[in-house]
């Protein structure tokens, strides 16, 4: 990166963090002598950055490690899904054997 970019990139920065707290962008613009198109692209640019660019912190991957309560509701709760699904099962194992008493010879699947 050469001299002139480095400046841009610094002046872009002061444009942005003056523009932060601002709705004005066009009163940000002109006092840094820029269109405010240009400074309303800047603004954009930096909102999506390269994952190269972007922060340490914002790169950190945290684990989800729920509280006891929030646990025992999510144990409780896979419970009552998987309830009814056992049921199921079972009433089909009951009618696939029904089926095979009545029809020895009935291919089941």
């Keep these: 990166m050469d001299e002139t970019q480095e400046i841009s990139q610094k002046f872009q920065r002061t444009a942005y963090q003056g523009s932060v707290g ?10 840094h002598g ?5 400074l309303c692209r800047w ?26 309560q929030e646990f025992r509701q999510m144990e409780n709760e896979n419970n009552t899904l998987k309830k009814p699904l056992g ?3 079972l009433v ?4 696939r054997d ?3 008493k009545a029809r020895p010879g009935f ?3």
């Excluded at 601002?22 to 002109?30: C, D, E, L, T, W």
């Excluded at 603004?43 to 006891?68: F, G, V």
């Design 22 to 31: 601002s709705r004005q962008h066009f009163s940000v613009a002109r006092r």
């Design 34 to 38: 820029i269109g405010s198109k240009t």
């Design 92 to 95: 089909i194992a009951i009618l």
């Design 87 to 89: 049921e199921q099962d």
């Design 43 to 68: 603004i954009r640019d930096s909102k999506h950055k390269t994952w190269e660019q972007a922060d340490a912190n914002a790169k950190k991957m945290t684990a989800y490690i729920p509280l006891p």
């Design 98 to 100: 029904l089926i095979k």
């Design 107 to 109: 291919p089941i699947g």
